[in-house]
């Protein structure tokens, strides 16, 4: 069986650069998560109120995502990164979980964040990811925290 970095990635590109150095330490295989309608730069603006991130996660919206990850099946270890929201999950990421059957799957989950700490990030995430297992969660900021990770 094969590993999956699955990453979504805000503005900054931070857990982009994370997910793709990642990748290539542990060989696996490598899949952004995409919103299908792309975040602006305005989007993304947490202070202003009525900004789509805001929107979405306080009105409990799906965020509908593009594409799928070709042979899913194929893959027993998936580590699942994303920028911190609210002490938790990015409503794409969300809808991107729900997308699959993680019956039988390993996740470690790694989440980049400017201020906010990793909260109970793990235990909201688990009704997304049913049948799954969360084997560690980890807040980092670089890859050099996740090598030899198992």
Do not use: H
């Not at 490598?30 to 306080?58: G, H, Q, T």
């Not at 990164?81 to 002490?87: L, R, S």
């Not at 400017?114 to 109970?120: E, F, H, Q």
């Amino acid at each position: 069986m094969k590993a999956l970095v699955a990453y979504f990635s805000a503005e900054a590109g931070t857990t982009r650069k994370i997910a793709e150095e990642l990748a290539d330490a542990v060989a696996s295989d490598l899949y952004e998560i995409k919103p299908e309608v792309p975040y602006s730069e305005a989007d993304l603006k947490w202070p202003n109120p009525m900004a789509r991130c805001n929107r979405e996660k306080f009105g409990k919206k799906e965020v509908p995502v593009q594409g799928r990850v070709p042979d899913w099946e194929n893959y027993s270890t998936v580590y699942l990164g994303f920028p911190i929201w609210y002490y938790g999950v990015p409503n794409v990421v969300e809808t991107f979980c729900k997308g699959y059957d993680w019956s039988g799957k390993k996740i470690y989950v790694f989440v980049t964040s400017g201020g906010s700490g990793i909260g109970k990030t793990a235990q909201k995430l688990e009704p997304f990811v049913k049948g799954g297992t969360i084997e560690d969660a980890r807040r980092v900021t670089g890859v050099e925290e996740l090598i030899g990770w198992k």
